[in-house]
Nanobody, 114 residues
Framework: QVQLVESGGGLVQAGDSLRLSCAAS????????MGWYRQVPGKQRELVST???????NYADSVKGRFTISRDNAKNTIYLQMNSLKPEDSAVYYC????????WGQGTQVTVSS
């Protein structure tokens, strides 16, 4: 079993920055992809960014140039640095780990006021 614990969400103003963290614990296989998804009420959960164990990254077009994903494999932790936040970035952000099985965190709320 794997547990994912997110932190770092909050209420900020447009143009501000936030850094999300996600720490994974439990039976974690060496090669995996971790990432961030987000969801607003009434809409499907959408990809924000992913990163592989080797550091390959992928971003949604809406966050390219503003968000940066990184990971510390020794700590089984990923980060999402979010800059130039916009009100449309407001959502619950979920951490995910994709491997032999997929796991999701509980989510952390990010609210960006205009």
């Amino acid at each position: 079993q794997v547990q994912l614990v997110e932190s770092g969400g909050g209420l900020v103003q447009a143009g501000d920055s936030l850094r999300l963290s996600c720490a994974a614990s439990g039976r974690i296989f060496g090669n995996n992809t971790m990432g961030w998804y987000r969801q607003v009420p009434g809409k499907q959960r959408e990809l924000v960014s992913t990163i592989t164990t080797s550091g390959s990254t992928n971003y949604a077009d809406s966050v390219k140039g503003r968000f940066t994903i990184s990971r510390d494999n020794a700590k089984n932790t990923i980060y999402l640095q979010m800059n130039s936040l916009k009100p449309e970035d407001s959502a619950v952000y979920y951490c995910a780990l994709f491997g032999p099985r997929n796991y999701w965190g509980q989510g952390t709320q990010v609210t960006v006021s205009s």
